[in-house]
């Protein structure tokens, strides 16, 4: 199993830039698929990015591409978020989120939560105009 704990939250200015870490346990991290959710109140989690356990595979919500990146260091046991360029609609608070292997055929069922066994406690990230 693994333990997930989200760091690296705060308050920027939009266009500014954050950079959110995701810290596991566990000896099996290599083979657990990553991800990074949002959820603000009163709205459903939304899919932002993961990472592949294998391959290296990466994927993205549609209104971050280009803007952020996701990325592992296995050896850590960490994952990332960079978020560059970051809009007021990007406040939210932001959940690490794990599943063992998670080899999927398409984008909808990386982006769907149910699939997820382990979560983080969240970050809040504040951008503000």
């Known amino acids: 199993q693994v333990q997930l704990v989200e760091s690296g939250g705060g308050l920027v200015q939009a266009g500014g830039s954050l950079r959110l870490s995701c810290a596991a346990s566990?000896?099996?991290?290599?083979?657990?698929?990553m991800a990074w959710f949002r959820q603000t109140p009163g709205k459903e989690r939304e899919f932002v990015a993961s990472?592949?356990?294998?391959?290296?595979?990466?994927y993205y919500v549609d209104s971050v591409k280009g803007r952020f990146t996701i990325s592992r260091d296995n050896a850590k046991k960490t994952v990332s978020l960079q978020m560059n360029s970051l809009k007021p609609e990007d406040t939210a608070v932001y959940y690490c989120?794990?599943?063992?292997?998670?080899?999927?055929?398409?984008?909808?069922?990386?982006?769907?939560?149910?699939?997820?066994?382990?979560w983080g406690q969240g970050t809040q990230v504040t951008v503000s105009s």
């Open positions: 566990g000896r099996t991290f290599t083979t657990y698929t």
């Open positions: 989120a794990a599943v063992y292997r998670g080899d999927c055929s398409n984008y909808g069922c990386y982006a769907t939560p149910n699939r997820y066994d382990y």
């Open positions: 990472i592949s356990w294998r391959g290296g595979y990466t």
